[in-house]
């Protein structure tokens, strides 16, 4: 297998390691987009502390880059991959399809969407209608909590299956699990139904993040927290089953039980967005809450827990705005 010329897009704690373990296997050569931590991961590298490598220092993919390469320059050769890790904030962010544009050519270069959320990829399908579009699910627990410093705590478990069955979509996704792979340090696997499982990581997702962000309580604390699984936890991820049942998805009973319990106890997990809110900064409220929501809300499935935490995240998602304009302002 000759190594794959990978662009990855969004370079933080989820981004570092799937530049880590595709570097790591041999069959890529990764080309890493960084914009805050360019500067220090130029002069020094990746400081990564990681549950499946051990510490590393100095750790750069093949290349890094401050911006975007644009393709269509002569030099400058075609991308197998590109690799979108970045949040979608749509308050602050440009569109991931605008973001990537310069560097995809157009039926050749197969995009991987390693995001949360559901029907991401509907304005990335429009942009690029001759490409494959694939789906990428990170159950890795991994932060930067300064700039080029790296948290790894929860082993490295990715799912990659196209969107939808178009040209030659699965041989492309099970390409890229098998690079992934290649390494031995992570496990990936081939995922032959993306809806199900994006509706399934909303179990989480839709209700310890959002929890977890208002409350300022890690998963280790809302689980010990009286009255909070039972009351709110629970039943947030209720909603969600029955949403997903209105779509032909069946999240069982044991799926929730499961989550509630994912991450121990004792290992004090920060969910993402309690993390962004922790630096201030902005949460993905739209594609974890919002778009179920809708969803729920055209097959008239009710959601009140979910709606309340909607309205609160928006709220603060709100606030953190008004007061990042006003700053600007000064």
């Given at each position: ?29 990764v ?91 509907v ?35 990715l ?13 492309r ?89 994912t ?48 309205s ?19």
């Amino acid at each position: 297998m000759d190594k794959a010329r990978i662009l990855l897009v969004g370079c933080g704690g989820i981004g570092c390691i799937a530049a880590l373990n595709l570097e790591f296997g041999g069959r890529a050569e990764v080309t890493a987009v960084l914009r805050s931590s360019y500067q220090i991961v130029k002069e020094r590298g990746f400081t990564i502390n990681s549950v499946d490598h051990g510490q590393i220092r100095g750790f750069r993919p093949t290349e890094i880059l401050p911006s975007i390469p644009d393709v269509s320059k002569s030099g400058i050769s075609p991308f197998d991959y590109v690799v979108c890790a970045t949040k979608n904030i749509p308050v602050i962010s440009t569109p991931v399809a605008d973001i990537i544009r310069p560097a995809v050519t157009p039926g050749y270069t197969t995009i991987l969407l390693l995001q949360n959320g559901l029907n991401i990829q509907v304005p990335v399908q429009e942009a690029f209608p001759d490409n494959v579009i694939l789906s990428g699910i990170s159950m890795c627990g991994s932060s930067e909590p300064k700039s080029g410093t790296i948290e790894h705590n929860l082993h490295d478990e990715l799912r990659i299956g196209p969107f939808e069955d178009f040209g030659n979509a699965a041989e492309r996704a099970k390409d890229l699990v098998a690079r992934f792979n290649a390494g031995g340090r992570c496990t990936c696997h081939y995922d032959d139904n993306v809806t199900f499982s994006r509706w399934k990581k909303l179990l989480y997702n839709a209700v310890y993040n959002p929890v977890g962000a208002l409350t300022r309580l890690d998963t280790g604390d809302m689980q010990l927290c009286p009255g909070l699984v039972d009351e709110v936890i629970r039943p947030g991820m209720k909603e969600i089953q029955a949403a997903a049942a209105a779509y032909g998805q069946e999240l069982t009973d044991e799926m929730i039980e499961a989550t509630i319990v994912t991450e121990p106890i004792d290992a004090h997990v920060s969910p993402s967005m309690l993390i962004d809110v922790r630096k201030e900064q902005y949460i993905e409220v739209e594609n974890l809450l919002g778009e179920p929501l809708r969803a729920a809300q055209a097959r008239q499935v009710p959601t009140p827990i979910l709606q309340n935490h909607y309205s609160l995240a928006s709220s603060y998602q709100w606030k953190l705005h008004s007061k990042k304009d006003i700053s600007e302002m000064k």
